[in-house]
């Protein structure tokens, strides 16, 4: 393989590759991003078995084809910091792989690319169009309530509700539920599938941040790709039935409160600051004509917060880990929100103040 | 006590006292900090029994006198989150600090400030003053070669060499010597102390970054005190006699160098990617008319870097562990500098294309 590429580009694409590149030292070809110069152009591919990658042709100048596999880590430190715009790779019978650049000469030991493992194959008929832009907030907004431990594995993922005209994005651990929802620009019908919360951390990374841009979304039994323009992600899915979440989510409320998103937070946050151990002392709500007061005790001492807000029903009192609500808040992007009790053991539910875009389930502390 | 002030100011000043609260947890009392309202005005006070500091009076309206011991941690915390200007803190009987700030109302458990140690008093004679740029470069242009270990606790400080007109800071571990030298705006005469590393990194979190900010410094035989106007900071020296460092330095040379400093960190930096032990694979220098070629070697695979340069005397060939070089020269501002070699295994010296204001020195390595 011989090709000269410009450095900025070579870096670009390196960096989205970076996302499937394993840190798992058992598999050590795994550790390496795959380099391809054939007749399709200049290719970089990173499989690390659960999650592949494999970027659109590189703008290049090839003058030899071949392929080499060449550790991630190095092959990104250096290209990061080379000082020349034009950089030569070249490949010698022993897998060694000169680079060239400005003042610098590196000689780094490559391995056969015939080792590396092939992406799964995805045949790309049904497919589902959005906003990159779009999927990387919904990603976002409901990331934080995937179960860490694998007691459920379903849990470890995200079910995506792919439907006529919009995607249910939905997350759901012991103690809460993230919904959300979005309108889709093409869909080939109905179909369910959980992606792992890995794959989606990293998807987040790559995901465009450009409006318009778009992503193409395919899905067989097995596995979900993303074809994101500059690259495509193959990932395995979860096998498994989620959970019916939906029952969950009541339509009935004996209290409704509307506040600003931003003083709820800020006093949550003030309340949580006399918690020793990682601000998980519950906080109580007393919610009352007029706003809500917010109260937290422990040895350390007292905190009491007033948070003005516009209610609706019954006075109530309940209490909370304050994080979860926290958390479910802070990805919120609406001004106001809307929050519907129903008893104090009940849970409660985060809304936009009009619309379905989300909803927030979080269960209450028995105080 | 009760009083009301600034919540910013106050925030600023915590931030201040903070450099001196202790992490350790065996004598409670040090990780508060001292609240104090008398006639001399509203103070702040951390000291961890190696290093104290006490703030000037802060702006503050005192209604009732008297002293507490707030957990330095819960304190600011606190205070940075509090969402209005002025904060009013009021004690109790039981040393419960109330702080009450915009929607907030805390109660935090303290202590009464009876057992807080008094920091040790320093007799404001024989003094040295100096703008707190000017010592806050200095620190940060030696204190990387201060000694880690203790075998020498001389050598875990700095060498503050106090003269008619100028100070020299010094660092010294086993394989280099940092030597910076700035003048004095007022000197109480020459003399010689050994500054704890400690002291000097927070001392220089603490320094001002404002143009003609100045400082005094004050000695005696065990302690320094500096004072910087908004605060104090007093400090235990160390104890002992620091190595004679300037027999080290010789004025001869066999080779000189003159340089880009920003080119010869790159180059170095790149030459160091081919380590896979944190960057401690030697590299080796070839100085012949022209410049330097630069080499490194290990399993990963070679790298080869030229940097030009003005080259008097004799072509050499050393070995250096890069990081002892990236970290003078990464410490040094000028855009150019000078390096004087004799042979292969004497160390070399890096120093200013013109002037006196450092040296830095540094042993080479046997290939």
């Keep these: 393989m011989k090709l000269t590429c410009n450095k900025d580009l070579l870096l670009q694409y390196i960096n989205i590759v970076n996302k499937a590149v394993s840190n798992r030292t058992t598999l050590p070809i795994l550790e390496c991003i795959l380099l391809t110069a054939d007749e399709k152009g200049f290719v970089l591919t990173a499989n690390d078995l659960e999650i592949g990658i494999k970027t659109a042709p590189i703008s290049a100048e090839i003058t030899e084809k071949g392929e080499v596999a060449l550790e991630a880590r190095i092959l990104n430190d250096i290209v990061r910091r080379l000082n020349g715009d034009t950089v030569t790779l070249e490949t010698d019978e022993n897998y060694a792989v000169h680079i060239t650049c400005g003042s610098s000469q590196f000689k780094i030991m490559g391995q056969s690319g015939e080792d590396f493992p092939d992406l799964p194959e995805v045949k790309q008929e049904q497919f589902y169009t959005m906003e990159q832009n779009t999927l990387r907030d919904m990603i976002r907004q409901t990331i934080f309530s995937i179960a860490q431990n694998d007691s459920k594995p379903v849990l470890t993922g995200e079910l995506f509700q792919w439907q006529a005209e919009s995607v249910n994005v939905v997350s759901v651990d012991g103690y809460r539920i993230s919904f959300r929802k979005n309108p889709l620009q093409h869909s080939s019908g109905q179909t369910e599938v959980i992606v792992p919360g890995k794959t989606l951390s990293e998807l987040h990374k790559i995901l465009s941040q450009e409006a318009e841009s778009t992503l193409s979304v395919y899905l067989t039994d097995k596995h979900i790709l993303f074809d994101l323009g500059v690259a495509v992600m193959v990932s395995r899915l979860i096998e498994g039935d989620?959970?019916?979440?939906?029952?969950?989510?009541?339509?009935?409320?004996?209290?409704?409160?509307?506040?600003?998103?931003?003083?709820?937070?800020?006093?949550?946050?003030?309340?949580?600051?006399?918690?020793?151990?990682?601000?998980?002392?519950?906080?109580?709500?007393?919610?009352?004509?007029?706003?809500?007061?917010?109260?937290a005790r422990s040895d350390m001492g007292t905190a009491h917060e007033t948070v003005p807000g516009e209610v609706e029903g019954e006075e109530l009192s309940i209490a909370f880990n304050p994080r979860y609500l926290i958390e479910a808040l802070r990805s919120i992007e609406e001004e106001q929100v809307k929050i519907h009790f129903i008893a104090p053991l009940s849970p409660c539910t985060i809304l936009p103040v009009e619309g379905d875009a989300f909803k927030y389930l979080i269960l209450p502390l028995r105080m």
């Design 242 to 295: 989620f959970i019916r979440y939906e029952q969950s989510f009541s339509e009935d409320y004996k209290t409704k409160v509307v506040m600003y998103r931003e003083e709820l937070i800020q006093a949550l946050e003030r309340a949580s600051l006399v918690s020793r151990d990682n601000r998980k002392t519950p906080v109580r709500m007393m919610i009352r004509s007029g706003g809500m007061d917010i109260t």
